[in-house]
Structure formats: structure tokens, C-alpha cells
């Protein structure tokens, strides 16, 4: 905490605000933008690891928070003060965070690919940036961010080298062994007697994760027998169409997304609606939308 404090001391408005954007870089919508770009635009098994990386994080992310159940900053220590606008996406336990394990997961694998010195150099310090502004905030501790990071890099040395033989042979087992993983941490947050102090919101937001999950594993081992065995979707084009691909797809995505949820949650229960919700997504975003890629390529070459 005294860390903290020292932070707390140096905010100013200005600082404040650059903080609150830096921060954004670990959320979840960065990393949907960049998997869906790699995936659609530059090389789908980079797209594939990304992903895993970012599935097997979260579960291990949400499993410690049940698991050690440590309290904000600000509920351990009421006389510390967070920057506000901070405060709506810093809900649940603190430790291990969330934001800096999102961040190094993203942008550390997409450094250790980058061939551009100025380019890796900036993937790098957003792995620093990131975890920093967490802390500056006010809403994670050093080791709450520190463990995040390390879990990033564990979850990248341990799935990187997979994805690597045999030019990504074991992409369909290592969905599959993820998918597994998803559906035992969902029946470990329906299941496990929790004790009666634990935080309902956390525990919430953790069913609410697994169902997510679950449901975009299924799907992305849909998209992946899919595309190898019948769409082979190409991902390079001149750039106008990869901007039309990407953000014409991104558009898709996000309103299928919003659309779906209405009826799915009048059919089914809240969780089950959720994972079904993301697995139609995926299903979109892996088959539907690329269908149109090779039409767009050839207006691209005419």
C-alpha cells in the first residue's frame, strides 16, 4: 500500500485521464479488436494462440480470485483514495488483475512475433504501461498486477511452443483440452461450497465468464474444422479491402452480439443464453463473415 500512497500523491487531472486511456489497452474489447484483425487480416494461427492464451489467462485469473478472495485497495485500506473513473470497471477481488493479465497476454505475444524494432519496442511498453496505470488508478496493488503479468507470460511459454509443431497441428487438441478447462471451471463456480462471505458479484462475474467462455471455445472449434477442412478463407488483400474486412466485420460482430441477446435471454436461463449468445458470435466471426472474403479480394484485384 505504501507504493500506492506514493502514486496517489503524484495524480494530477491531466495524468488521471492518460492513465484512464492506457488502462483501456487491457480490456476486453482491445482484445476482441485484435484477435478478429490477426484472424481476418494477417495470420489466423496467431489468431488461434492469441486466443488461447486470453482463454486459458482468464480461467486461471478467475479461479485465484474465488480462490484467494483479496479485497480493492480502497476496501482493505478505507483512508486510500482511487482515480473515480476507474471505479465502474474495478468491480469484484483485486488479486490477480485482470487488466495487466489481459495486456501482457495480448501485446507480449504479438512483440514476440513483430519484426519492427519501433513496433516490439511498443507492444513492450504497453506490457509496462498497462499494469502501471492499474496501480496509478488506484485499483490493484504490485502484486496484483505483477502476478497478472507473470500468469501472461506462463500462459505464452506454455502455449506458444504448441502452436509451433508441426505448423499448428495441435491448434484442434489445445482448443479442445481449453474447451475442457472452461467447463470444469463452470461446474467449479456452480458446484464448490464456497464460504458465505465470499463476494456474490465476483462469483457472478466468474459463472458469467465461464458460460462466455465455454460457448466461444465451442465455437472456435467449429470455425477451425470449418475452415480447414471446407472455407479456407484467404487473409491477405490489397489494404482498402482489409479495412472494409475488418471494419465491416467488426460492425457484424458487435451487432450480432446485441441482437442476439434479447431473444436468447427470453428462451433460455442467463447463463446458458450467454454461452449460446458467444458461440453464435464465433460462429459469425469464423465462418459467416470470412464466406465474403474471396468475393472481397477479387473486387480488391479487378
Same mark, same amino acid.
Given at each position: 500500500?505504501?507504493?500506492?500512497?506514493?502514486?496517489?500523491?503524484?495524480?494530477?487531472?491531466?495524468?488521471?485521464?492518460?492513465?484512464?486511456?492506457?488502462?483501456?489497452?487491457?480490456?476486453?474489447?482491445?482484445?476482441?479488436?485484435?484477435?478478429?484483425?490477426?484472424?481476418?487480416?494477417?495470420?489466423?494461427?496467431?489468431?488461434?494462440?492469441?486466443?488461447?492464451?486470453?482463454?486459458?489467462?482468464?480461467?486461471?485469473?478467475?479461479?485465484?480470485?474465488?480462490?484467494?478472495?483479496?479485497?480493492?485497495?480502497?476496501?482493505?485500506?478505507?483512508?486510500?483514495?482511487?482515480?473515480?473513473?476507474?471505479?465502474?470497471?474495478?468491480?469484484?477481488?483485486?488479486?490477480?488483475?485482470?487488466?495487466?493479465?489481459?495486456?501482457?497476454?495480448?501485446?507480449?505475444?504479438?512483440?514476440?512475433? %513483430?519484426?519492427?524494432?519501433?513496433?516490439?519496442?511498443? #507492444? !513492450?511498453?504497453?506490457? &509496462? *504501461? /498497462?499494469?502501471?496505470?492499474?496501480?496509478? +488508478?488506484?485499483?490493484?496493488?504490485?502484486?496484483?498486477?505483477?502476478?497478472?503479468?507473470?500468469?501472461?507470460?506462463?500462459?505464452?511459454?506454455?502455449?506458444?511452443?504448441?502452436?509451433?509443431?508441426?505448423?499448428?497441428?495441435?491448434?484442434?487438441?489445445?482448443?479442445?483440452?481449453?474447451?475442457?478447462?472452461?467447463?470444469?471451471?463452470?461446474?467449479?463456480?456452480?458446484?464448490?461450497?464456497?464460504?458465505?462471505?465470499?463476494?456474490?458479484?465476483?462469483?457472478?462475474?466468474?459463472?458469467?465468464?465461464?458460460?462466455?467462455?465455454?460457448?466461444?471455445?465451442?465455437?472456435?472449434?467449429?470455425?477451425?474444422?470449418?475452415?480447414?477442412?471446407?472455407?479456407?478463407?484467404?487473409?491477405? %488483400?490489397?489494404?482498402?479491402?482489409?479495412?472494409?474486412? #475488418? !471494419?465491416?466485420?467488426? &460492425? *457484424? /460482430?458487435?451487432?450480432?452480439?446485441?441482437? +442476439?441477446?434479447?431473444?436468447?435471454?427470453?428462451?433460455?436461463?442467463?447463463?446458458?443464453?450467454?454461452?449460446?449468445?458467444?458461440?453464435?458470435?464465433?460462429?459469425?466471426?469464423?465462418?459467416?463473415?470470412?464466406?465474403?472474403?474471396?468475393?472481397?479480394?477479387?473486387?480488391?484485384?479487378?
Amino acid at each position: 500500500m505504501q507504493f500506492l500512497y506514493f502514486l496517489e500523491n503524484l495524480r494530477t487531472p491531466l495524468m488521471d485521464s492518460v492513465m484512464q486511456l492506457i488502462t483501456e489497452l487491457g480490456s476486453e474489447t482491445i482484445f476482441l479488436a485484435t484477435v478478429l484483425l490477426l484472424f481476418w487480416c494477417i495470420d489466423k494461427q496467431k489468431a488461434y494462440l492469441l486466443m488461447a492464451v486470453g482463454f486459458l489467462g482468464t480461467v486461471a485469473n478467475q479461479f485465484l480470485k474465488l480462490f484467494c478472495q483479496i479485497p480493492r485497495p480502497w476496501v482493505r485500506d478505507p483512508n486510500f483514495t482511487i482515480v473515480e473513473s476507474a471505479r465502474a470497471g474495478a468491480t469484484g477481488y483485486s488479486f490477480p488483475s485482470g487488466h495487466s493479465q489481459n495486456a501482457v497476454g495480448t501485446f507480449a505475444t504479438l512483440a514476440g512475433s %513483430a519484426s519492427n524494432r519501433f513496433v516490439k519496442g511498443l #507492444f !513492450i511498453a504497453i506490457c &509496462i *504501461l /498497462v499494469p502501471f496505470s492499474r496501480m496509478y +488508478l488506484g485499483v490493484h496493488t504490485p502484486a496484483d498486477t505483477l502476478v497478472g503479468a507473470a500468469m501472461a507470460l506462463g500462459c505464452i511459454a506454455i502455449l506458444k511452443p504448441l502452436f509451433q509443431k508441426q505448423e499448428g497441428a495441435y491448434i484442434p487438441r489445445i482448443l479442445s483440452v481449453l474447451a475442457c478447462l472452461g467447463a470444469a471451471f463452470l461446474l467449479y463456480t456452480k458446484l464448490f461450497p464456497f464460504p458465505e462471505n465470499i463476494d456474490p458479484a465476483n462469483l457472478a462475474s466468474a459463472q458469467k465468464n465461464a458460460y462466455t467462455l465455454l460457448g466461444a471455445l465451442c465455437g472456435m472449434i467449429v470455425v477451425y474444422f470449418v475452415d480447414k477442412n471446407y472455407l479456407h478463407f484467404p487473409t491477405k %488483400a490489397v489494404w482498402y479491402v482489409q479495412i472494409v474486412k #475488418f !471494419i465491416m466485420g467488426l &460492425i *457484424l /460482430v458487435l451487432t450480432v452480439k446485441s441482437v +442476439l441477446k434479447s431473444p436468447l435471454d427470453a428462451l433460455l436461463s442467463p447463463g446458458f443464453s450467454r454461452m449460446v449468445r458467444y458461440f453464435l458470435v464465433v460462429i459469425t466471426a469464423g465462418t459467416i463473415w470470412p464466406m465474403s472474403f474471396r468475393y472481397l479480394t477479387r473486387l480488391g484485384n479487378d
